[in-house]
């Protein structure tokens, strides 16, 4: 039987894609309710900690910062479509945050 031109044609990227194993070894989870970002033109900075202070009216509030995260804007960009498409599926199921 004769090959025909599709024979020839690569698969998608997609299914040449590499398969992922995670390394959960040294994995740690914090809880954080909050994030701060800073970004110059080489990276972008992300803090995140814990503020325990649940008086909204107190006139200073100290933030613990636990982890700092430092990213390319390419990882960056990355990352901000992931949350984009996170919470949009998100809402679709639970509802639109205000």
């Known amino acids: ?16 894609a590499p398969k992922v194993k995670w390394d959960t070894h040294s994995l740690k989870s914090t809880y954080a309710n909050f994030c701060n970002a800073t970004s110059t033109r080489e990276e972008v900075v992300l803090n995140f ?3 325990q202070n ?8 100290e933030i ?9 804007p390419f990882a960056a960009k990355r990352l901000s479509d992931l949350l984009q498409k996170l919470m949009a599926e998100y809402e679709n199921r639970y509802g639109e945050l205000k």
Request: net charge negative; aromatic share 2%.
């Open 64 to 72: 613990e910062l636990d982890h700092r995260i430092i990213l390319s």
């Open 1 to 16: 039987m004769a090959k025909s031109p599709a024979d020839d044609v690569a698969k998608p990227a997609e299914s040449q």
């Open 49 to 51: 900690g814990v503020n």
């Open 54 to 61: 649940w008086d909204r009216m107190a006139g200073e509030v």
